[in-house]
């Protein structure tokens, strides 16, 4: 070193694995893993309809109530997931939300859950109008593909750590 003496080695982040053996045994034997991984790509396809939807709506005009009503629906779909989805982390890991190794997911999620419940509010009270709403649905859908693409990268790690692939993950404490 310039100054003649060594540098300290840089702090490596804490890792653990995603699932301890007995999460997994519990994640594997649970019936809400399959039911998250049917709702997921669900509300995945109902999310990507929906978009075009909304999408049309605000380039032409026309569409607004098919577009509403499927902002509803995946708003529904969403509200499905989350519970049956805080139900799968309360068996898998012992609390219903902010797991160790879904924390920033789940963080993210309620940020998506307020969104999509703004919307609901500005729907049926009136609160902002037809245009604004779709824009408030557009930064709903923003965020939930955030949040997808975390559920889809934690799902990747957990297969690699699996298969012996990757070593244990950085996660929140």
């Known amino acids: 070193?310039?100054?003649?003496?060594?540098?300290?080695?840089?702090?490596?982040?804490?890792?653990?694995?995603?699932?301890?053996?007995?999460?997994?045994?519990?994640?594997d034997r649970s019936k809400w893993t399959l039911v998250q991984g049917?709702?997921?790509?669900?509300?995945?396809?109902?999310?990507?309809?929906?978009?075009?939807l909304?999408?049309?709506?605000?380039?032409?005009?026309?569409?607004?109530a098919v577009a509403t009503a499927s902002i509803v629906i995946k708003t529904l779909l969403l509200y499905t997931i989350m519970v049956t989805g805080a139900i799968w982390e309360r068996e898998v890991f012992g609390v219903y939300l902010f797991a160790r190794p879904f924390f920033y997911e789940d963080l993210v999620s309620m940020l998506v859950i307020a969104l999509h419940t703004s919307y609901l509010v500005a729907l049926y009270t009136g609160w902002l109008g037809d245009r604004q709403q779709m824009l408030l649905a557009l930064m709903a859908y923003?965020?939930?593909?955030?949040?997808?693409?975390?559920?889809?990268?934690?799902?990747?790690?957990?297969?690699?750590?699996?298969?012996?692939?990757?070593?244990?993950?950085?996660?929140?404490?």
């Open 142 to 173: 923003a965020t939930y593909v955030v949040n997808a693409t975390q559920f889809v990268w934690k799902l990747r790690q957990a297969r690699l750590q699996q298969a012996g692939e990757l070593p244990a993950v950085a996660v929140a404490r």
């Open 38 to 52: 049917v709702l997921a790509p669900l509300q995945f396809l109902v999310f990507a309809a929906s978009l075009v």
């Open 1 to 27: 070193m310039a100054d003649g003496h060594p540098r300290p080695a840089p702090r490596q982040a804490r890792t653990a694995p995603l699932y301890t053996a007995e999460e997994r045994l519990r994640r």
């Open 54 to 64: 909304v999408l049309r709506y605000l380039a032409t005009g026309e569409g607004l």
